[in-house]
C-alpha cells in the first residue's frame, strides 16, 4: 500500500504549474548620461489592460512618465570704470526623469514584451525632449548674463543676472508646456500604451 501512496503523491505533484521566470523591462544604461537621475516606479500586469491601469494609478503627476530640470547659475563679479557686471557664467542642471518598469516576460518573441518595449523607447524619446530643455536653458543663461549692461553697483548687476536668469527659465518651463501640447505628451511619438 505505500508504493501506491507515493506514486498518487508523484503524480499529484506532476500537475502542478510553475511560473514563468520575470525579468525586468529597463532600458540600458547607456541611453541616459551620467547627469540625469532616473527614478523608476513597478508596475505588474500580464495584458495591456492591467499594464495600462497600473500606469494610470502609480504614474508620476498623472503621467506614465516625468521629467524635472533644475538649473542653477553662478559668476563672479567684474569691476570697471562704468559700473559692475556679470563676469563668465557657470550653470549646472540636475534632471530626474521617472520612468514605469515592468517585470516582463523572459520571451523575447512574446508580443506584450515587444509593445512594451517600443512604448519604453518612444517614452525615454519624449522625456528626452523635456531633459533638453533644461540644457538649453541653461546654455541660454550662460549666453544672457554676461550681455547684460553694467550696473551702478555688483548689488544692482547680482539684481539683473539673477531676475534675467529667472525669465529664462521661464520661458523655457513654456518650452517644456508647449513640447507636451505639441507632442500630446508623448502620444505623436508613439508614447501611447496601449
Known amino acids: 500500500m505505500r ?23 529597463l532600458l540600458p544604461p547607456s ?6 537621475n532616473i527614478h523608476w516606479y513597478d508596475i505588474e500586469g500580464d495584458s495591456e489592460a492591467e499594464l495600462r491601469s497600473q500606469l494610470d494609478a502609480k504614474g508620476p503627476e498623472g503621467h506614465d512618465a516625468y521629467t524635472t530640470w533644475h538649473v542653477t547659475w553662478r559668476f563672479p563679479f567684474l569691476r570697471a570704470d562704468d559700473g559692475c557686471t556679470t563676469g563668465p557664467v557657470t550653470t549646472d ?10 517585470r516582463g516576460p523572459t520571451d523575447e518573441s512574446d508580443p506584450l514584451l ?5 512604448y519604453l523607447d518612444a517614452l525615454k524619446e519624449h522625456e528626452s525632449g523635456h531633459r533638453e530643455t533644461g540644457f538649453r536653458a541653461a546654455n541660454d543663461i550662460t549666453e544672457t548674463l554676461p550681455t547684460l549692461p553694467p550696473k551702478p553697483t555688483c548689488e544692482e548687476a547680482e539684481e ?12 523655457y518651463r513654456q518650452l517644456d508646456t508647449d513640447y507636451d501640447g505639441e507632442t500630446r505628451h508623448g502620444a505623436t511619438q508613439g508614447a501611447v500604451f496601449p
Not at 541611453?31 to 540625469?36: G, H, K, Q, Y
Not at 542642471?93 to 515592468?102: A, D, Q, Y
Not at 515587444?114 to 517600443?118: E, T
Open 3 to 25: 508504493p501506491l501512496l507515493l506514486l498518487l503523491i508523484l503524480s499529484a505533484t506532476a500537475c502542478v504549474t510553475v511560473p514563468k521566470p520575470r525579468a525586468a523591462v
Open 31 to 36: 541611453v541616459w548620461p551620467r547627469d540625469t
Open 93 to 102: 542642471v540636475h534632471i530626474n526623469v521617472t520612468l514605469p518598469r515592468w
Open 114 to 118: 515587444r509593445r512594451w518595449r517600443r
Open 160 to 171: 539683473a543676472a539673477n531676475t534675467a536668469a529667472r525669465e529664462v527659465l521661464e520661458r
